[in-house]
């Protein structure tokens, strides 16, 4: 099946620093998205990405979908201490309604 | 604002008994889906449905388990005899084919423990 590798595991930063984490595939997708988790909730969508060469910001985030549509990244610009969780990215490759395949997550501590 | 919500929040069971998850997906979503997390692992897809019937099916998805609509609001996930790797967080999430985005919105899961 589809398996999209996501690095760093886990960063360690210092609140103002930025912060910038990947996904690469195997496959294409047709879709990235990035999410984040807080713990003991569920995912909660931070940037949906269509096409390919998209780059799209949501306040200090920002997310790139890949030329070839096998990779993304997440960067994080200024962070502060509520940026602290788990970063996942996702990938749908089939129809819009499709299943979602996801990272392995990026753990995000910011220290004050 | 809608969200998806999700009962219970904690189930603990004995290994072989059956457990229902339920879930109430946003009111106008008509796709819905079921995904698992072990414990320190990634989010896994199991299955989607829409239309009363299954749409796609992951292979952890096997006779053990059941997805059901039984009326016009709940989406429940049954797993029938449950064994000790079923611990997991289960989330459900649904989806407006009407919204652009196609985005899944994910309920806060509800933690199974099978002991």
């Known amino acids: 099946g589809q398996q999209l590798n996501q690095s760093p595991q886990s960063m360690f930063i210092q609140e103002g620093e930025d912060v910038s984490m990947n996904c690469t595939s195997s496959?294409?997708?047709?879709?990235w998205l990035w999410y984040k988790q807080d713990p003991g909730e569920g995912p909660v969508l931070l940037i949906a990405?269509?096409?390919?060469?998209e780059l799209t910001s949501n306040g200090r985030l920002t997310a790139q979908f890949g030329i070839t549509r096998k990779d993304s990244f997440l960067n994080i610009s200024a962070s502060i201490p509520s940026d602290v969780g788990i970063y996942f990215c996702?990938?749908?490759?089939?129809?819009?309604?499709?299943?979602?395949?996801f990272g392995q997550g990026t753990i995000l501590t910011v220290h004050p | 604002e809608p969200e998806v919500t999700q009962t219970p929040s904690h189930q603990v069971t004995q290994m072989g008994q059956e457990v229902i998850l339920r879930c109430v997906p946003i009111?106008?979503?008509?796709?819905f889906y079921w995904y698992r997390q072990i414990l320190g692992q990634k989010v896994e897809f199991l299955v989607s449905?829409?239309?009363?019937?299954?749409?796609?099916k992951s292979e952890i998805f096997d006779d053990q388990f059941s997805v059901e609509r039984p009326d016009g609001s709940n989406f429940t996930l049954k797993i029938r005899s449950t064994k000790l790797e079923d611990s997991a967080m289960y989330f459900c999430?649904?989806?407006?084919?009407?919204?652009?985005?196609?985005?899944?919105?994910f309920g806060p899961g509800t933690r199974l423990t099978v002991t």
């Open positions: 996702a990938g749908r490759g089939g129809t819009s309604y499709g299943k979602l395949t």
């Open positions: 496959s294409i997708f047709n879709t």
């Open positions: 990405l269509y096409k390919a060469g």
């Open positions: 009111s106008n979503h008509l796709y």
């Open positions: 449905f829409y239309n009363n019937e299954i749409s796609e």
């Open positions: 999430a649904s989806l407006d084919p009407g919204l652009k985005s196609y985005e899944q919105y």
